[in-house]
């Protein structure tokens, strides 16, 4: 299983990017994918699911800001990140688990796979 991240980088206060995630070793379209964040010296932070139905999840410290997508024929995912803020400085993570296995944004420990993070600065 791996995936991968990509599209991280240092962007002003208010402006967007669009993380990547290529994937491969599972059967993609029975997966629930989503996105985490690490901050320094922080927990871990579920910040949007997108289940195999494609409807998604977010909680509210990031919602209207983010939107995550999937494309079942290329097995990636995306996060569209908009109106970015100094606090959304961390490594994102890509991570995935299987639909019958419930996970949780808010248990880390409840997905499966994870990817190796891409780092997102926010300048002020």
Not at 9 to 20: M, T, Y
Not at 54 to 67: I, L
Not at 76 to 83: D, H, I, S, T
Not at 87 to 92: C, G, K, L, S, V
Request: a neutral charge.
């Amino acid at each position: 299983v791996q995936l991968v991240e990509s599209g991280g980088g240092l962007v002003q206060a208010g402006g967007s990017l669009r993380l990547s995630c290529a994937t491969s070793g599972f059967l993609f379209e029975d997966y629930v994918l989503a996105w985490f964040r690490q901050a320094p010296g922080k927990a871990r932070e579920g910040i949007s699911a997108i289940n195999s139905d494609f409807s998604t999840e977010y909680p509210d410290s990031v919602k209207g800001r983010v939107t995550i997508s999937r494309d079942n024929d290329k097995k990636m995912v995306y996060l569209q990140m908009n109106g970015l803020k100094p606090e959304d400085t961390a490594i994102y993570y890509c991570v995935a688990s299987h639909g019958w296995s419930h996970p949780r944004l808010s248990e880390d420990v409840s997905f499966q796979y994870w990817g190796r993070g891409t780092q997102v600065t926010v300048s002020s």
